[in-house]
């Protein structure tokens, strides 16, 4: 079983920074694939980012291109996403899922049987 918790929500201003974590049980965290994935009010959960660790293999979202940045540092365990320019659109609950022994950075949530419980994040205009 893989557990995943997630930290670094907040309130930011339009224009901000935030940097999410998503520190991951598990022994082989080096072979997990990992991704980031949201959902605001009323609207179904899209894809954000993810990254095989085994590799290095990332994949991001059209409209996140650009703006955040997916990392993995497997002696910590902690994936992250760094979120530059961020706009209210980005406001959503952010939630890190898992798994384990896959080497591709795939965006379909399907794929991921570990998921964190999430994470606010609110874009102030």
């Known amino acids: 079983q893989v557990q995943l918790v997630e930290s670094g929500g907040g309130l930011v201003q339009a224009g901000g920074s935030l940097r999410l974590s998503c520190a991951a049980s598990?022994?082989?965290?080096?072979?997990?694939?990992m991704g980031w994935f949201r959902q605001a009010p009323g609207k179904e959960r899209e894809f954000v980012a993810a990254i095989a660790l085994n590799g290095g293999d990332t994949n991001y979202a059209d409209s996140v291109k650009g703006r955040f940045t997916i990392s993995g540092d497997n002696a910590k365990n902690t994936v992250y996403l760094q979120m530059n320019s961020l706009k209210p659109e980005d406001t959503a609950v952010y939630s890190c899922?898992?798994?384990?022994?896959?080497?591709?950075?795939?965006?379909?949530?399907?794929?991921?049987?570990?998921w964190g419980q999430g994470t606010q994040v609110t874009v102030s205009s």
């Open positions: 598990g022994r082989t965290f080096s072979n997990y694939a």
């Open positions: 899922a898992a798994r384990s022994r896959f080497t591709i950075a795939t965006k379909s949530p399907g794929a991921y049987p570990y």
